[in-house]
């Protein structure tokens, strides 16, 4: 995600007056979650007539032994497209990158996806602009699904969307989204806060899929001083919508410099705890504070217990709505990187000895120089998730 994008976007959004809802303060985890190593890759590398870089997911694929990463370039550099790499993670830390592959992400007609300037309004939506955002593999056929955020500028609306492709790239399917997740003129998604987090459950008869920030009409974005609610969806991987979960996002972590400055917090990704458990997710928060720089926190969720709010029309001062719960697992700040930039994928990688889950981690460079594309990889001890 393009920070300064974002940042405008957030200033043009439509003003709502609504009851803010109070967070709860997570509860720190006692996991000794480790930092394995980490690894950066040049910045703007050539790769088959690509330029490398914007990588916003991550997803280990078990049949190859190699990730694949989404790059969430909207066609303004090389079309929209998806990248595969390999790299070994051991107890010891994490090896070269190699990429391996890529191919871009094909409209119904099998043509790439044009950049935002050169989007035919008469066209369907499905084959306008797209803004990837998270990839995961299908358990199942090994198939991508992938979510991108649509548009909201001006009098331009296109909803986002959760769509299948075959591992070249060839468009297959979209599924259904929820009503309230559309883009209309009053209500849905904010610009660039829309579907970031996207994960397989229940051995992949379950789509989980998250929404960034608050909908416009689930009250306004998190501050230094309160939280917010967002939404985490999931459905059958045949399409229908089973349920809606309302979840706590932290509040900004910190106060910009100079004080009209950029703050932002949202959820970045979302992956299954175990494949075998529909209700366990990790959360991945990420915030960015002009003049403090980037914190990112990994939360275990549980669904259980939660009220579904599929049909809540706004959770903004609705305190019948019990929100899903959430523990700290790590916060980036805590362990001895080189940097803590823009990461917003997450997977988990191979099974380290003793029994620990490698949890491998991306960050976005947005394009920029002055940012890096970074893998960093944790241990974390299964016995205690």
Not at 81 to 101: C, I, L, M, S
């Amino acid at each position: 995600m393009s920070r300064r994008v974002l940042a405008a976007a957030m200033a043009a959004a439509l003003p709502l007056t609504l009851l803010s809802v109070p967070v709860a303060e997570a509860t720190p985890s006692h996991r000794q979650v480790r930092l394995i190593g980490e690894r950066v890759v040049p910045h703007a590398a050539p790769f088959e007539g690509t330029t490398v870089g914007g990588l916003s997911s991550i997803d280990y694929d078990p049949r190859t032994g190699e990730y694949a990463l989404i790059c969430d370039d909207r066609s303004a550099i090389n079309p929209a497209r998806f990248y595969t790499a390999k790299f070994p993670v051991d107890a010891h830390g994490v090896g070269d990158v190699a990429f391996t592959g890529t191919h871009p992400l094909l409209r119904p007609d099998g043509t790439p996806y044009p950049p935002l300037a050169k989007n035919d309004p008469k066209a369907p939506q499905n084959e306008q602009t797209i803004d990837p955002e998270e990839l995961r593999v299908d358990p199942w056929t090994g198939h991508y699904f992938w979510a991108q955020e649509g548009e909201r500028t001006g009098t331009t609306l296109i909803d986002p969307s959760i769509r299948e492709a075959r591992r070249d790239g060839k468009y297959v399917r979209d599924l259904p989204i929820p009503a309230n997740e559309k883009m209309t003129p009053t209500a849905g998604p904010r610009q660039n806060l829309v579907l970031e987090g996207l994960t397989f459950a229940a051995f992949g008869t379950l789509v989980a899929s998250s929404v960034e920030g608050p909908l416009l009409q689930d009250g306004p974005v998190p501050t230094t001083t309160q939280g917010a609610l967002s939404r985490i969806t999931v459905q059958s991987r045949f399409g229908p919508v089973l349920a809606q979960y309302a979840y706590p996002q932290e509040k900004v972590f910190a106060s910009p410099t100079p004080s009209d400055g950029f703050a932002t917090t949202g959820i970045s990704s979302l992956l299954a705890v175990d494949q075998a458990d529909p209700t366990r997710y990790l959360v991945m928060e990420r915030s960015f504070v002009t003049g403090v720089g980037n914190k990112i926190r990994i939360f275990e969720i549980d669904t259980k217990g939660a009220t579904n709010v599929l049909g809540v029309a706004s959770l903004a001062g609705d305190k019948q709505v019990k929100p899903v719960r959430k523990r700290l697992l790590a916060d980036l700040s805590g362990f001895q990187l080189s940097t803590v930039d823009n990461v917003e994928g997450m997977t988990w990688g191979p099974r380290l000895p003793g029994g620990e889950r490698s949890l491998v981690l991306v960050s976005d460079d947005n394009f920029s120089a002055s940012q890096v594309t970074q893998f960093i990889a944790l241990a974390v001890p299964s016995e205690r998730l």
